[in-house]
Structures are given as C-alpha cells and as structure tokens.
C-alpha cells in the first residue's frame, strides 16, 4: 500500500505521522510539498495536524487554497482514502471536501490532553478494525476544533452515518456538536478528525488504541 504525506507551511505533525506509517505499514510514505500540483499514484492520502500559515485568516484556510489542493479534490472523487487530521481536518473543510466547519474551542482555550473516543461507525475503511461503540482513548491538541454545522447538513451527516467518532464519557474539550470527532464525507472515502491517532499506536506512547485506524485504512490485518 502506497501512502502520502502532504505538508504545508507549519505542518508540525507531519513527521510523527511519517513514521507512524512507517512503523505500521513497514514503508516510508511519499512527501508532497503543498505548491506541487500532482499527488503521486497513493491508496492513503494524510494531510497531517499543525498550523498551517499560522492559523492566520481562518484556520486552514489559506492552505486550502494551495496549488496541491485541486490534486486532493481529484483523488477523492476518483475515491482514494484520504485521512484530515486536526489540522487536516480544518483544511479539508475549508476546501469543501467535508461538509461544516470547524470554530474556536468553546472555552477560547488551548487544550492539549487525552481524551476518550466512541466508535460510531465501524464500518468504514477507516474503521473497520474496531468495534462499534468500542471506547478508545487518544490525544487531542488543538484551539479550534469545535465541530459546527447547520440543521440541515448536521441532520445529513447524522442520518448518512458519516459519524465515525465521538468524544466519550464527558471528555468533549471543546464544545463540538453532537460530540463529534470525526466524520467521512458522503462517499466515504475522506475522514477528518480532531484528536490525533498517531501518537498513540505503539508501547513507547503508552498505548496503541489508535493504531487499528491506519491498520484499517491500509487495508492490513491482525
């Protein structure tokens, strides 16, 4: 399985994500620098957690805008998996390839912590190596990660079963609604979520609860 990595301006989560994949799935991904307008041939796209120019405007706005932007939008109609974290999440919905939009944390606060996450949907080629309803634990780290939508497209997200994951047992840091963590976009195949599997897939982060989400999306198995 071919993965890449695509890096803007102030990504800085986008080495732990390298070798994240790398330890998981036994290859180094490829890199892909945001002014390039071509993503090579890939099964897994990550655009990786950070501060993309700064959080300035809005966040993630202005790398949504980045020349590599139209390669992703290709990619995910053709129906790569493409993976949006923190970050990532931001850029992807600025750039419309996931419905709402993500605001300031709801205490306009920095939270870094560790937080609790239901499996919503496990059955999505992000998932599917998890139980439904399963509670695992990761870590978030992020100041604008409240998840917002309107009526109309929250009851759509809801009703699709694009939810993969929710904040559990009251650790919801930043006033997300419906306590959403994650969503995939209608087709499936893009998921953006604010808290941050990859530093939680081997022993040496104390713990490997969120490994099975590369594992799934890599289509390797146990």
Same mark, same amino acid.
């Given at each position: 399985?071919?993965?890449?990595?695509?890096?803007?301006?102030?990504?800085?989560?986008?080495?732990?994500?390298?070798?994240?994949?790398?330890?998981?799935?036994?290859?180094?991904?490829?890199?892909?620098?945001?002014? #390039?307008? #071509?993503?090579? #041939?890939?099964? /897994?796209?990550?655009?990786?957690?950070?501060?993309?120019?700064?959080?300035? /405007?809005?966040?993630?706005?202005?790398?949504?805008?980045?020349?590599?932007?139209?390669? /992703?939008?290709?990619?995910?109609?053709?129906?790569?998996?493409?993976?949006?974290?923190?970050?990532?999440?931001?850029?992807?919905?600025?750039?419309?390839?996931?419905?709402?939009?993500?605001?300031?944390?709801?205490?306009?606060?920095?939270?870094?912590?560790?937080?609790?996450?239901?499996?919503?949907?496990?059955?999505?080629?992000?998932?599917?190596?998890?139980?439904?309803?399963?509670?695992?634990?990761?870590?978030?780290?992020?100041?604008?990660?409240?998840?917002?939508?309107? #009526?109309?497209?929250?009851?759509?997200?809801?009703?699709?079963?694009?939810?993969?994951?929710?904040?559990?047992? +009251?650790?919801?840091?930043? +006033?997300?609604?419906?306590?959403?963590?994650?969503?995939?976009?209608?087709?499936?195949?893009?998921?953006?979520?604010?808290?941050?599997?990859?530093?939680?897939?081997?022993?040496?982060?104390? +713990?490997?609860?969120?490994?099975?989400?590369?594992?799934?999306?890599?289509?390797?198995?146990?």
């Amino acid at each position: 399985m071919k993965s890449t990595v695509i890096i803007f301006p102030g990504s800085n989560r986008d080495r732990d994500m390298i070798a994240a994949l790398t330890k998981i799935s036994g290859h180094a991904p490829q890199t892909v620098w945001h002014t #390039e307008t #071509e993503i090579p #041939e890939s099964d /897994l796209i990550v655009v990786p957690g950070g501060f993309s120019y700064g959080d300035y /405007l809005r966040v993630g706005a202005i790398a949504a805008r980045s020349p590599v932007m139209d390669a /992703l939008a290709k990619e995910a109609i053709k129906g790569t998996s493409i993976i949006g974290i923190c970050n990532g999440f931001q850029i992807l919905t600025e750039a419309g390839l996931l419905p709402g939009a993500l605001m300031r944390n709801a205490a306009l606060t920095f939270v870094c912590r560790e937080v609790k996450l239901e499996i919503t949907n496990a059955n999505t080629r992000f998932s599917n190596r998890y139980a439904k309803n399963e509670i695992i634990r990761c870590p978030v780290a992020h100041h604008d990660g409240n998840y917002f939508a309107d #009526e109309a497209t929250l009851a759509q997200v809801e009703d699709n079963n694009q939810v993969v994951f929710r904040y559990a047992e +009251g650790t919801n840091p930043n +006033g997300s609604i419906n306590d959403i963590a994650g969503i995939t976009n209608e087709q499936g195949n893009v998921l953006g979520m604010m808290p941050h599997p990859e530093n939680l897939i081997e022993d040496a982060h104390a +713990g490997r609860d969120g490994r099975k989400l590369f594992e799934s999306a890599l289509g390797l198995v146990a």
